[in-house]
């Protein structure tokens, strides 16, 4: 998504800790909320994230926030790739 998409209002809704929000996961730079009537996104605040992570539009900012904050488990048990493919020759 480029600059030109990203919501450009910048809010702190109000009853939402200014703390609520985690950095990026891509960046580690502090997330920010934006939209407007009744619309909440969250999106990474460095305009330089190769990524540009944004989350969809939500009703509430509880749902905002939900999304945001949702990480992939980091204890997730993955197979390596090499491991999986082992014998698949």
């Known amino acids: 998504m480029s ?6 209002s910048d809010h702190q809704p109000s009853g939402v800790a200014s ?3 985690l950095a ?3 960046c580690g ?3 920010k909320w934006a939209g407007e009537k009744g619309e909440h ?3 990474c605040s460095n305009a330089h994230c190769h990524m540009e ?3 969809h539009s939500y009703w509430t900012t509880d749902e905002a926030l939900a999304a945001w ?7 997730a048990n993955i197979t390596p790739h090499a491991e999986a493919t082992e014998g698949r020759r």
């Open 69 to 75: 904050n949702t990480r992939a488990d980091s204890k």
């Open 41 to 43: 996104f969250i999106l």
């Open 19 to 21: 703390n609520a929000l």
């Open 24 to 26: 990026c996961p891509f």
């Open 3 to 8: 600059s030109e998409q990203k919501p450009q």
């Open 29 to 31: 730079h502090p997330a």
């Open 53 to 55: 992570p944004v989350t």
